[in-house]
């Protein structure tokens, strides 16, 4: 996904910044704990699409970690 398009949103609840997670294809909100959908390259930036990350997920992205592998 574009890097800057990327840039540019946020969460439509927190007005946050989203960590993009290639593997999964999914824009994660770490301080809502939502996982937003990309279908085919566009971000589903609806509350009511997102899934709910799990503890182990959340913790997978947290900040002290860089990597998006
Ligand atoms: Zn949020």
Same mark, same amino acid.
């Given at each position: 996904?574009? /890097? %800057? +398009? +990327? !840039?540019? +949103? #946020?969460?439509? *609840?927190?007005?946050?910044? *989203? /960590? &993009?997670?290639? %593997? !999964? %294809?999914?824009?994660?909100? +770490?301080?809502? @704990?939502? !996982? &937003?959908? #990309?279908?085919? @390259?566009?971000? #589903?930036?609806?509350?009511?699409? !997102?899934?709910? *990350?799990? #503890? $182990?997920? /959340?913790?997978?992205?947290?900040?002290?970690?860089?990597? $998006?592998?």
């Amino acid at each position: 996904m574009d /890097k %800057e +398009l +990327l !840039a540019m +949103l #946020v969460c439509p *609840l927190c007005k946050g910044k *989203l /960590k &993009y997670r290639r %593997e !999964a %294809e999914e824009l994660h909100c +770490l301080f809502d @704990g939502l !996982a &937003y959908p #990309v279908r085919d @390259g566009i971000p #589903v930036m609806l509350p009511e699409e !997102a899934r709910q *990350l799990s #503890v $182990d997920e /959340k913790l997978h992205d947290s900040p002290g970690r860089t990597g $998006d592998a």
